[in-house]
């Protein structure tokens, strides 16, 4: 069971927006709208940021936002902040009933 | 106040088993999906599986199939990830999740059990 992909490692300056992408299959990502996105800094615990392709929990800075085109989903981050340096893992549900992570992105703010 | 609860930290020998506990507060386990996801040292999270303690639909994610065992007791407000046999490759921070039913969001994380394998 594959992973979904994700670029290894993205950076950007504090106030720029980047992207991180996430690569499935018509069978996860392509197949439904159950994307979601999590942050995990050093030593805690993940932490949802997006749901459903493009929803934001409450709480969660509208500097965060989603997106899906087919089997690609993003994650966008703007106005970058030195506290957004973290990993991001991107979950998409699958055909099997089962869910699948991204492999991870390194945000490295500049 | 939602919170996850994790057993503690383990550290165990190559072959003997093991379980470890995740207990809810804040929430009621009947509605929702609980999972568990394995980090190993520095690398990503996987999902090892779910379980619907309503009914105790379990599905597991096919590398997890037959390696472990997901179970619940929802009188107890509690999820158990169990090993019969464990190896060294099993050494990872596991979390215990929550995702509410008709939901496939993981609202909640426990703060992950340690366990450690080695000889």
């Known amino acids: 069971q594959s992973a979904l992909t994700q670029p290894a490692s993205v950076s950007g300056s504090p106030g720029q927006s980047i992207s991180i992408s996430c690569t499935g299959t018509?069978?996860?990502?392509?197949?439904?709208?159950?994307v979601s996105w999590y942050q995990q800094h050093p030593g805690k615990a993940p932490k949802l940021i997006i749901y459903d392709v493009s929803s934001r929990p409450s709480g969660v800075s509208n500097r965060f936002s989603g997106s899906k085109s087919g089997n690609t989903a993003s994650l966008t981050i703007s106005g970058l902040q030195s506290e957004d340096e973290a990993d991001y893992y991107c979950?998409?549900?699958?055909?099997?009933?089962?869910?699948?992570f991204g492999g991870g992105t390194k945000l490295t703010v500049l | 106040e939602v919170q996850l609860v994790q057993s503690g930290a383990e550290v165990k020998k190559p072959g003997e088993s093991l379980k470890i506990s995740c207990k809810a507060s804040?929430?009621?386990?009947?509605?929702?999906?609980i999972g568990w996801v394995r980090q190993m040292p520095g690398t990503g999270l996987e999902w090892m599986g779910i379980?619907?303690?309503?009914?105790?639909?379990?599905r597991y994610s096919p590398s997890f199939q037959g390696q472990v065992a997901i179970s619940a007791d929802k009188s107890i407000n509690t999820a158990y990830l169990q090993w019969d046999s464990l190896k060294a490759s099993d050494t990872a921070m596991y979390y215990c999740v929550a995702l509410p039913s008709a939901t496939w969001r993981v609202d909640y994380w426990g703060q992950g059990t340690l366990v450690t394998v080695s000889s």
């Open positions: 979950n998409s549900y699958r055909d099997s009933g089962t869910q699948v």
């Open positions: 379980i619907f303690p309503t009914n105790s639909d379990t």
């Open positions: 018509s069978s996860d990502v392509g197949g439904y709208n159950y």
């Open positions: 804040g929430i009621s386990l009947i509605f929702y999906w």
